[in-house]
């Protein structure tokens, strides 16, 4: 998959951009808060329907102006797909492929897959566990449309047994129970997935550190839930009366989390700022070669926000030959240091192209 073209009107602090992109490599340079960031975020924002940085949709729209729109036009397996968005402050947000409008946001999720690596992600290491779930849900949706299905549905009857379990007076038992069996039932299928995702990926994300890191230190992930402790029905139920004391629900696959671990010890408490960052970049380069081969049997977009910053010249390099092998496909970069872009650039044997960022405005 290639995006061949993007036209960004009033994003963030882009007032209008029209951008024809190289097939191979695409480097944004420019300082510090000049908006490169913002055209990674464009382009994000057109696969996934919302923003990677803010999830509220109105403040994506630069300021004073009253609407914003993204339209791209990419070559997916051979044939040219336009996807556009249009957003006006108080409206809902209007989704089109090839001018026809989206019935439901969701069926549009896994039609683009990208892997975007930024400084944001230290939150899966730093975070609580709820990044380490969307982490999770975010690859498994773009292979399995069912799943976003399923997690909409747990969701929602999460939601209703939380409002029950606050309720002042005695829920009625015959209701809490019909929630707690779609939570038990949705949840098992949820963690099954989960399962699944976390076994295969596991020695592909270990292979990737290994290389960058040329082997100095080992890595694991452990995959934890109360999906373990037996039928997840029996759990959930088990402490419903410690549930209505707190008024929320304690057990479920919501609670689900990923263990990161360094040479045995959690990386949150042992890792520096570069093996921090080597763990993340090889999550994601895992994660493109996850989606690349079971997703929509196309290869993703690989966009790379600010990676080399905090990284040792070793690891640098190490990424750099990453990048600048073939199986990639189409790569979108950001960096403040063009020395870094000019080795990518060295090596790579096919088209690229530099555009310049600063203020918001875009110049090749």
Not at 192 to 208: A, G, H, M, S
Not at 229 to 246: F, N, T, W, Y
Request: contains cysteine; negative net charge; proline residues 3%.
């Amino acid at each position: 998959m290639n995006l061949k073209h993007i036209t960004i009107l009033n994003y963030k602090n882009i007032g209008e951009a029209e951008l024809d992109f190289s097939p191979n490599i695409n480097c944004f340079v420019g300082s510090n808060g000049e908006g490169k960031t913002n055209i990674i975020d464009a382009i994000y924002f057109l696969s996934f329907t919302k923003s990677a940085t803010n999830s509220i949709d109105s403040l994506n729209i630069k300021h004073g102006e009253e609407l914003m729109m993204l339209q791209g036009i990419y070559d997916l397996n051979g044939t040219d797909e336009e996807i556009s968005c249009g957003l006006k402050l108080h409206q809902k947000k209007q989704f089109k492929r090839n001018k026809k409008p989206y019935k439901r946001l969701a069926e549009h999720i896994g039609l683009l897959p990208i892997i975007l690596v930024s400084p944001n992600d230290q939150e899966l290491i730093l975070g609580g566990s709820e990044e380490r779930r969307r982490f999770m849900d975010i690859v498994i949706s773009q292979y399995n449309p069912a799943y976003i299905n399923l997690l909409i549905r747990h969701n929602k009857a999460l939601q209703q047994r939380n409002q029950l379990l606050k309720m002042e007076e005695e829920p009625d038992a015959d209701i809490m129970a019909m929630y707690e069996e779609i939570m038990a039932s949705t949840g098992e299928a949820i963690y099954r997935e989960r399962e699944l995702f976390i076994n295969k990926f596991i020695p592909v994300f270990q292979d990737y550190y290994t290389r960058i890191s040329l082997g100095h230190e080992t890595v694991g992930l452990n995959y934890t839930s109360h999906c373990q402790r037996g039928p997840l029905l029996e759990v959930i139920q088990r402490d419903r009366m410690k549930d209505r004391a707190i008024g929320y629900s304690l057990h479920g696959i919501h609670k689900d989390d990923l263990e990161m671990t360094l040479d045995g010890h959690p990386i949150k408490r042992e890792g520096s700022q570069g093996q921090n960052k080597t763990y993340l970049i090889s999550l994601k380069l895992a994660q493109f070669d996850f989606l690349k081969e079971t997703g929509s049997k196309t290869t993703p977009l690989l966009l790379l926000d600010d990676i080399f910053d905090k990284l040792d010249s070793n690891r640098v390099e190490q990424i750099i030959n990453l990048a600048s092998a073939e199986s990639f496909g189409q790569i979108f970069i950001t960096d403040t240091n063009r020395e870094n872009l000019d080795k990518i650039l060295e090596r790579s044997k096919g088209d690229y192209r530099i555009f310049r960022v600063k203020g918001g405005n875009i110049l090749q």
